[in-house]
């Protein structure tokens, strides 16, 4: 588990982060603070492991909250989300070891594809008493696909390997068309239930497309499609 503080003084914001991120295997949002002062008093109360902080905030602002907690040496990282790009304040992020600037307004891929490399940068870190210059190469100048693919192995607890590909397959021999999970479910003759848990890893891990699609009734409903990269 990657426990998450999200910093943010606009609340639609703020919940909308928590949104995106909990959607995503491990991270959890174990508090939301609305300025630097509720961050300072949150990290005292909770172990947290990221902040996704937002710069521009009053009492306290990003930058200040940020170096005082580097005075601290609080063992956190930081993902910094300001509406503003100037070079300078880019280089102070990066010189006080932000591992990811986000600049408003981002699409959520984005904020996904920041988690997922902090992730893998986390895991392996623990994971390897000793890393090869490569791994080293692909962690800090160059792309760290090989490692998504080997997280992407790793499944959650409960959701096993054959059945995933079993979806997968489904998916992928009808990716020109939208799928929903009743429609998955009684080709592959498994529960709705257990569909939406596979459907929902997918899409965490970036496999496939979701889009929701509004009935007669006013209800809403999901539908589905893999992503085929290779025609992107």
Same mark, same amino acid.
């Given at each position: 588990?990657?426990?998450?503080?999200?910093?943010?003084?606009?609340?639609?914001?703020?919940?909308?982060?928590?949104?995106?991120?909990?959607?995503?295997?491990?991270?959890?949002?174990?508090?939301?603070?609305?300025?630097?002062?509720?961050?300072?008093?949150?990290?005292?109360?909770?172990?947290?492991?990221?902040?996704?902080?937002?710069?521009?905030?009053?009492?306290?602002?990003?930058?200040?909250?940020?170096?005082?907690?580097?005075?601290?040496?609080?063992?956190?990282?930081?993902?910094?989300?300001?509406?503003?790009?100037?070079?300078?304040?880019?280089?102070?992020?990066?010189?006080?070891?932000?591992?990811?600037?986000?600049?408003?307004?981002?699409?959520?891929?984005? /904020?996904? =594809?920041?988690?997922?490399?902090?992730? @893998? !940068?986390?895991?392996?870190?623990? &994971?390897?008493?000793?890393? +090869?210059? #490569?791994?080293?190469?692909?962690?800090?100048?160059?792309?760290?696909?090989?490692?998504?693919?080997?997280?992407?192995?790793?499944?959650?607890?409960? /959701?096993? =390997?054959?059945?995933?590909?079993?979806? @997968? !397959?489904?998916?992928?021999?009808? &990716?020109?068309?939208?799928? +929903?999970? #009743?429609?998955?479910?009684?080709?592959?003759?498994?529960?709705?239930?257990?569909?939406?848990?596979?459907?929902?890893?997918?899409?965490?891990?970036?496999?496939?497309?979701?889009?929701?699609?509004?009935?007669? !009734?006013?209800?809403?409903?999901?539908?589905?499609?893999?992503?085929?990269?290779?025609?992107?």
């Amino acid at each position: 588990m990657i426990n998450v503080l999200v910093v943010e003084d606009d609340p639609m914001l703020a919940e909308l982060n928590r949104r995106f991120i909990e959607k995503i295997d491990p991270f959890v949002v174990v508090a939301v603070a609305g300025n630097g002062e509720e961050a300072i008093k949150a990290l005292k109360n909770k172990k947290i492991d990221l902040i996704i902080l937002d710069i521009y905030m009053p009492k306290m602002d990003g930058m200040e909250l940020f170096k005082r907690v580097r005075k601290q040496n609080k063992e956190v990282d930081f993902i910094l989300v300001t509406a503003a790009n100037d070079t300078d304040k880019i280089d102070e992020a990066l010189k006080l070891g932000a591992v990811d600037y986000l600049v408003k307004p981002f699409e959520f891929e984005r /904020l996904k =594809k920041s988690l997922i490399n902090y992730k @893998i !940068r986390k895991n392996l870190l623990i &994971k390897k008493p000793f890393v +090869s210059q #490569e791994e080293i190469d692909k962690l800090f100048i160059g792309d760290i696909e090989g490692f998504a693919q080997n997280e992407e192995r790793e499944l959650k607890k409960g /959701l096993h =390997k054959f059945t995933l590909d079993r979806v @997968i !397959r489904f998916l992928k021999e009808n &990716k020109e068309i939208l799928l +929903s999970s #009743e429609v998955i479910s009684e080709n592959l003759q498994m529960s709705k239930v257990t569909i939406r848990r596979y459907l929902d890893y997918l899409e965490a891990i970036g496999k496939i497309q979701k889009k929701m699609e509004y009935g007669s !009734r006013g209800r809403p409903s999901y539908l589905y499609r893999y992503i085929d990269k290779n025609n992107k």
